[in-house]
């Protein structure tokens, strides 16, 4: 990478592919991040890692610069209740044996709570016609965005935002709770997989209360991601100014699941600068010498 030209690169440090629950396969996912001129991209299936080897594979032959990470589904207590969080990985060893076992069981419990939702929309008046995605989805990791999009095509509702606010939110009839580790094994699981994790979008936690990223730090956090789609400016700044607190790497992505009807992708619609990925880095290359 070139030096004097680094200030004018940009990144996007959180995609999905159709490994998890995003629309392009690992390499259109490239060749759309090398349409948008994007120096790096970061692929964060949900609870999967199976399409880095083709996203790097397309990489290559390009200029772009692919990080291989993770999302991992995770919950932490606070306050006596309990809070789903999703930790973001760089950096890691995808081909390791102890992170695929852990991923087997996580896809597994995924499946399960697919079938079960599939059952709780048909006794909440919105059953599905075609449910042939869930068996499809076979060693994908299948979510909530699935049964969204499910409904949407059979117009059960209009929109992904009505599937989620009329079924599929944490409080709604559709909803099932899945099989999470706690937060703090998914930043070990990151550690020992020689990655560097961080937490994924802090606006959907209760991110005033310091007490979470202080004990998420004593379980190892190396980061914050403070760029996000759904982060206002005052939130990037609060993210931001965490991160400097408690010396926290801050990252950055569009949380791009692809297109989706008449809506353009998200991946490269932020700024996020490439010096990002030089501390993540950085930080990579001190656990390698440690």
């Given amino acids: ?137 076979g060693n994908r990791a299948i979510g909530r965005l699935h049964f969204a999009k499910a409904l949407v095509e059979e117009k059960l509702v209009g929109s992904i935002e009505e599937a989620f606010r009329r079924y599929l939110a944490n409080d709604k009839p559709a909803y099932a709770s899945k099989h999470y580790v706690s937060a703090h094994d998914a930043i070990k699981l990151i550690l020992n997989t020689g990655g560097v994790p961080v937490v994924a979008h802090p606006y959907y936690i209760n991110y005033n209360d310091e007490n979470i990223f202080k004990l998420l730090i004593k379980s190892g956090l190396m980061g914050i991601e403070a760029w996000h789609i759904k982060h206002s400016e005052n939130m990037v700044k609060k993210f931001l100014s965490l991160a400097k607190k408690f010396n926290l790497v801050a990252t950055g992505g569009s949380d791009c699941h692809g297109p989706y009807k008449e809506k353009p992708p998200t991946m490269g619609r932020m700024r996020i600068p490439y010096s990002v990925v030089e501390k993540l880095r950085k930080i990579k290359e001190k656990m390698v010498k440690t």
Wanted: with cysteine; aromatic share 6%; glycine share 6%.
């Fill in 1 to 137: 990478m070139n030096d004097e030209n680094v200030s004018d690169l940009y990144v996007d440090m959180h995609v999905h592919t159709n490994c998890s629950d995003g629309a392009f396969t690992p390499k259109e996912a490239i060749e759309y991040a090398s349409k948008m001129k994007l120096a790096a991209i970061g692929i964060t299936d949900h609870d999967s890692v199976d399409g880095i080897d083709e996203a790097l594979k397309a990489a290559s032959k390009t200029g772009l610069e692919v990080i291989p990470g993770i999302e991992l589904s995770s919950e932490i207590i606070s306050n006596s209740q309990k809070n789903e969080m999703h930790i973001l990985g760089y950096y890691i060893d995808y081909k390791s044996e102890k992170l695929k076992e852990t991923l087997t069981i996580l896809k597994k419990a995924r499946y399960e709570r697919a079938e079960k939702m599939l059952w709780n929309l048909k006794n909440n008046g919105a059953e599905l016609k075609d449910d042939s995605f869930v068996k499809k989805a």
